[in-house]
Each structure stands twice: as structure tokens, then as C-alpha cells.
């Protein structure tokens, strides 16, 4: 039954078919062909108990969120401020990139955006500077990355909903390795345009005042995140209030930059109802495919396997790193999460591991797969907006970043604490 889920799973996606449709035609081949039990007859149940929830109301409103953001020109003044701050070190504007996608992760909560975002915004000056076209590349896909890790992100409501898991403590642990794992790709980038200068570009010094007077079109980004994440934490609204805050915030922002018209809106609202119920549709999939799985017995199958292997519990959690890593090469980061969760996620708090230190993890481990080809979505938003060059350079230039998220891989695995103290400790 196993080897049915996987390679029907890694079968259907390469005929194109829709994910969320994907998880549906599993789940009634596990009921056809393996369950006692007529399943489907409960079909209805587990859509109408999957889909009627406040918390899923927090997706669409932070994809608006992100919409009304990229359309109305925020990234591109931030883009502009962070380049006064960051583009001394060794690499100029590379560091721009990651900085700023960093600032956008803390709003979009999507890494697609996050990343055509950015690239939209840098590419041309890229190619206009002459900086290594692979290099430059690559940390906008990689740095697109932290938009589902940094709060407030889509994938950790999905997992907090899935789970049942709190979302502000996920939110909270999501914090600090976030802002590591950008650290970490700016000094990944140091290193290699030290040793290899031809890879960086031009630095680009400012004066104080220069940096002061960016920081008017930082404003607006900080307050942001501030009203969104503190109002939660504060204790004066669910995530779900907080997004709603935060759209509202988002228009004003847009009507004080004069960017707030019928034709943005439209295009914002459209934009968000596409990506919504992409969304809502593997939400729901998984959802029935997790009743199949479970009712057939394939979470017990799965865990008797890993038992009768005879390893320890940190072993365990090696292998299961190991096989998200070369799942991560086939599947999409949200078919991922919501195909996997259901199966993985018990088992790993069974081997005593806390389950939202382990969502973390999971975390960057489906974000190596916004990087990895053949299906590495980043790759090919990236590679649309640089408009020509080949699809490898970018492939290429993501390598140092993706040997970085395993460093953090690392370091949480060995260090828990980094995304377990603020949940503790607020």
C-alpha cells in the first residue's frame, strides 16, 4: 500500500494532473483497491470537517495580503532602501536580494511571491552591473525561499491546521531560524566573493544619510509585520483577525503611495482567488487522502517499516530527512507538506520529538525543494524573469544556498532550542 501511495503519487504528477485532484484519485484507489471498507461513502464528511474552519480564512487573506504588496510598488522601494544598507559587503547587491527577501517574506507569507517578487525588481540591474549571472541568480530563488519559513507564512498555517498545532507558537519558532537561515545565505555569499571576487559585482557605498533617508520606504514594511505579528502575540487577535489587519493595512499603504486603484484591486483580488483555491483544493485532497491512509492502516504499515529497521530515534529522523531531501526533487513544496504530514508527523512525535520543533524542520527541508529541479518552483520563477541566459545557471547558482539550508538542517537537529525558545519563553 505504501509503494502504491508513492509511486501513484510521482505517477500522476508527471501526467500534469492537478495536485489536489492527484490526492483525490489516491485516496479512492486506496479504497478501491485496499480498504474493507466503503471510505468514499464518508466523502462528504471529511470535505465539509476539512474545509469549515476559521483558521483556513487566514490563507486567502494573507495571499491578498501579498497581492496588494507586490502590485502596488512596496518591493521595489524596499529593494532600493535595504541596497544603501547591505550592498558594502563583498557580493553588492546579491545582498540586496536576500535582504530583501527577507523584508517580504515577514508580509507575503508565500515563497513563489516572494521570489518573482524580488527577481522582477533585480534582474535588470543584474545584467546591467555585470554581476554573475548564476550566483545572482540563485540567491533570489534561494532567499524567495524564506517566504513560507519567516511569520507570517501560509505552509506553517497549513501544518498548524493539519496537526493541530498552534499557530502562533509555530509562528514564534519559524522566527529566529528564518532570520539564521538569511544570515546564513549572506555569509555563504561573503565567502564565495572573497574567494572568488568575478562572482560579486560592484559595492556600492552610501552615507549615513542616504541610509537614514531609505529607511522612510522601510516604514512601511516594519509596521506591517509589527501590526500583523505583535497583534497576535498581544493577545488581541487570532492569526485569522491579524491577516484581516493586515490587508486593511496594506490598503492604506497603497493609498498613501498613490498606488491604490480599481485596476490593482481587480488584478490583487483575482490574483488572490487563483492562488486561494489552488490552496484550499490540496488542503482539502490531503485531508481525504489522510481518512484513507489512516483507515487502511498505512500510518501503522509506515511505522512498523522504520521499527523493524532497528534504529534509534535521531537515526529515525536521519532517514526521514533523507527521504523528504529526495522527495523534494519530485514534489511540489505544498503537495509535499500535506501528502507526507498525515504519515510522517506521528511518528516522529512517537520517536519523542516535539511537533513543532519538527514543523520547522520540515520547513526548510520543503523549501530545498523550491530549489532543487526538476520541480523547483523558484527555479523557474527566477528564470521567467531574467528572460534569457540558460535554466542551469540558475540550477547552479542555488547550490551554495541549498548545502546552507543543510547547515541549518543541522543546526536544528542538534540545537532545538533555536526554534523552541521563543514558544517557551512568550
Not at 542616504?210 to 498581544?234: H, M, N, R, T
Not at 511505522?303 to 529497521?309: E, F, T
Request: with cysteine; glycine share 10%; hydrophobic share 55%.
Amino acid at each position: 500500500m505504501i509503494s502504491f501511495t508513492s509511486f501513484g503519487l510521482l505517477g500522476l504528477l508527471t501526467l500534469s494532473i492537478p495536485v489536489g485532484i492527484v490526492l483525490f484519485l489516491l485516496a479512492f484507489g486506496i479504497d478501491t483497491f485496499f480498504s474493507p471498507f466503503p471510505l468514499m461513502r464518508g466523502l462528504g464528511q471529511v470535505v465539509w470537517s476539512s474545509s469549515n474552519s476559521a483558521t483556513l480564512i487566514a490563507i486567502p487573506l494573507f495571499v491578498l495580503l501579498g497581492e496588494i504588496l507586490v502590485r502596488s510598488g512596496v518591493a521595489r522601494r524596499t529593494y532600493a532602501a535595504l541596497e544603501k544598507w547591505v550592498a558594502w559587503m563583498p557580493g553588492g547587491l546579491i545582498h540586496a536580494n536576500i535582504a530583501t527577501s527577507t523584508m517580504f517574506s515577514a508580509t507575503s507569507g508565500s515563497s513563489v511571491a516572494t521570489a518573482a517578487t524580488v527577481a522582477t525588481v533585480a534582474m535588470p540591474q543584474a545584467q546591467e552591473l555585470g554581476y554573475n549571472q548564476k550566483l545572482f541568480s540563485g540567491a533570489i530563488a534561494a532567499g524567495g525561499t524564506l517566504g513560507i519559513m519567516i511569520p507570517p507564512s501560509i505552509n506553517l498555517i497549513v501544518y498548524g491546521f493539519l496537526t493541530e498545532s498552534s499557530i502562533p507558537q509555530l509562528f514564534l519558532a519559524g522566527l529566529v531560524p528564518g532570520l539564521l537561515l538569511a544570515g546564513l545565505f549572506m555569509v555563504t555569499t561573503i565567502i564565495l566573493c572573497v574567494i572568488w571576487p568575478s562572482l560579486g559585482g560592484p559595492r556600492r557605498s552610501s552615507t549615513a544619510a542616504e541610509k537614514l533617508a531609505g529607511l522612510a520606504d522601510l516604514l512601511p514594511i516594519f509596521g506591517l509585520f509589527a501590526a500583523i505579528v505583535g497583534s497576535i502575540y498581544a493577545g488581541w487577535a487570532t492569526p485569522t483577525e491579524a491577516a484581516t489587519v493586515g490587508v486593511a493595512i496594506a490598503l492604506l499603504i497603497a493609498a498613501h503611495q498613490k498606488a491604490l486603484t480599481w485596476e490593482m484591486l481587480s488584478e490583487a483580488m483575482r490574483g488572490s482567488v487563483k492562488t486561494s483555491s489552488m490552496i484550499m483544493l490540496v488542503v482539502i485532497g490531503a485531508y481525504v487522502l489522510n481518512f484513507a491512509l489512516t483507515a487502511a492502516g498505512v500510518s501503522r504499515a509506515l511505522q512498523d517499516l522504520l521499527g523493524g529497521l532497528g534504529l534509534g530515534p535521531l537515526e529515525t529522523l536521519l532517514v526521514i530527512v533523507l527521504i523528504y531531501i529526495v522527495l523534494g526533487f519530485f514534489i511540489e513544496t505544498l503537495s509535499l507538506m500535506v501528502a507526507t504530514i498525515p504519515i510522517v508527523v506521528p511518528i516522529v512525535v512517537q520517536l519523542g520529538y516535539d511537533k513543532i520543533w519538527f514543523g520547522i524542520l520540515m520547513i526548510i527541508l520543503v523549501e530545498m525543494a523550491l530549489i532543487t529541479p526538476p520541480v523547483g518552483l523558484n527555479l523557474y520563477v527566477v528564470q521567467a524573469a531574467r528572460k534569457s541566459g540558460s535554466f542551469s545557471d540558475v540550477m547552479l547558482g542555488c547550490i551554495p544556498y541549498a548545502l546552507a539550508m543543510l547547515a541549518m538542517v543541522g543546526l536544528l537537529i542538534l540545537m532545538p532550542q533555536l526554534a523552541l525558545f521563543l514558544p517557551s519563553t512568550l
